[in-house]
């Protein structure tokens, strides 16, 4: 008779632990979907960059390789400040260039958008801040990095297009 005591505490312990386990299971089910959601969404708002060489880096030439007369922003001894620009970007083509016609396509799709970006900076600036020998440098890591995101808007998977942009200004 003993036996069969023991027998039944041991049973039902049995039973209380593998009933825990169970609910613990269950609440992993449950939210492990929403924190892999929680994670992808903090991976992709970030865009990933890579060493690219020399060969796999393609030009385009915005403005079709002209220079572009954009009116600067006005100050009160330079009211009507123009700047002579020309654009050119070097895009990420891939390993033996295997992207170069996804590439070309994108910018063909984005280059009016990439234009607009441009006259859009060059309207905030002022012709002191144009003139300033800093500026370029400062001017072509924000040109890229917009070129980049306007790229990068319709993608999960954010990576990094553009790699050098080329800027030759003339504030006048």
Do not use: W
């Not at 609910?23 to 492990?32: D, N």
């Amino acid at each position: 008779m003993e036996k069969k005591g023991v027998y039944t505490v041991l049973l039902s312990i049995i039973a209380v632990l593998s009933l825990a386990l169970a609910v613990l299971i269950i609440f992993l089910f449950i939210s492990y979907p929403n924190m892999k959601n929680q994670k992808a969404t903090v991976v992709s708002t970030e865009i990933s960059d890579r060493y690219v060489a020399d060969d796999e880096l393609a030009e385009f030439k915005l403005f079709g390789g002209e220079e572009k007369v954009f009116a600067l922003k006005d100050e009160p001894d330079r009211p009507d400040s123009i700047a002579l620009v020309s654009i050119s970007i070097k895009c990420d083509v891939g390993e033996k260039r295997k992207n170069e016609e996804r590439i070309n396509n994108l910018i063909s799709l984005y280059k009016s958008e990439l234009e607009q970006a441009v006259g859009d900076y060059f309207a905030n600036i002022t012709y002191t801040e144009a003139k300033a020998p800093e500026f370029r440098s400062k001017a072509r890591e924000e040109l890229m990095e917009i070129f980049n995101n306007i790229l990068n808007e319709n993608k999960q998977a954010k990576q990094k297009i553009i790699y050098k942009v080329t800027l030759n200004i003339l504030p006048q």
